[in-house]
């Protein structure tokens, strides 16, 4: 089945040590997303690629940066977590902007 | 400035009702409008959308109702079955939602079906 997968499910870091969450998709889609969900919150977008071009939302702190090495993978890296970074951290993929965008299961980050 | 309201966080429903989740929202730009629904640890699952040329769409069980004038839509959902227990997401995008028609969330209503 075709579908969006994310790796791993639960990651647990320390304070200050570098994380890199995954996201695979097999729906050969052109734009890639990250969202950062908080609990009872909305999904806030961090970034997204359209095919290699990364845009940034304006009020991503720098903290958070991201890769698109090829079509199918996107990887999330937090250079420092802060308590205030521990989330669920959703990616989405869509054909074309403005798309349904399908999302994978999630990574639930704890820092510790 | 929240742009996509889900007023209700929490509804409950008794099995074989009909449940009917609301959401308004205020930018007169958003055209593309969807309707997810998560379960917990979880990814949002896209459940209907609609385009704003139309006022209805329908989909099995499943009806999204669009209200333009009113900035208003709701997802009615017919017969309520306990695996529809869920958080249920309101999003929309348009022109202005910048360059990805970015999906601008509510903050969702918890669903509960009552056997």
């Known amino acids: 089945d075709a579908m969006v997968i994310q790796n791993p499910r639960y990651q647990v870091t320390q304070f200050g040590k570098p994380v890199t969450l995954s996201c695979s998709q097999t729906l050969n889609h052109n734009v890639m997303y990250w969202y950062q969900q908080k609990s009872s919150q909305a999904p806030k977008l961090l970034f997204h690629?359209?095919?290699?071009?990364?845009?940034n939302e304006a009020d991503t702190p720098d903290n958070f940066q991201s890769r698109r090495p090829n079509t199918s993978f996107c990887f999330l890296d937090i250079r420092s977590p802060g308590l205030g970074d521990a989330a669920m951290y959703l990616c989405a993929t869509s054909r074309d902007l403005g798309d349904t965008q399908y999302f994978g299961p999630g990574t639930r980050l704890t820092v510790l | 400035d929240q742009q996509v309201k889900q007023n209700s966080p929490s509804l409950s429903v008794q099995e074989g009702r009909i449940s009917i989740l609301n959401c308004d929202y205020t930018n007169s730009m958003f055209d593309y409008f969807l309707w997810y629904k998560k379960y917990p640890a979880e990814g949002p699952t896209f459940l209907i959308s609609i385009s704003s040329i139309k006022d209805k769409n329908e989909d099995g069980r499943f009806t999204v109702f669009l209200n333009k004038s009113a900035k208003h839509l709701s997802l009615h959902i017919v017969p309520s079955q306990p695996g529809d227990s869920a958080v249920y997401f309101c999003a929309a995008s348009g022109s202005s939602s910048g360059s990805a028609r970015q999906l601008t969330f509510g903050s969702g209503t918890q669903l509960t079906v009552l056997p």
């Open positions: 690629y359209y095919d290699k071009d990364f845009n």
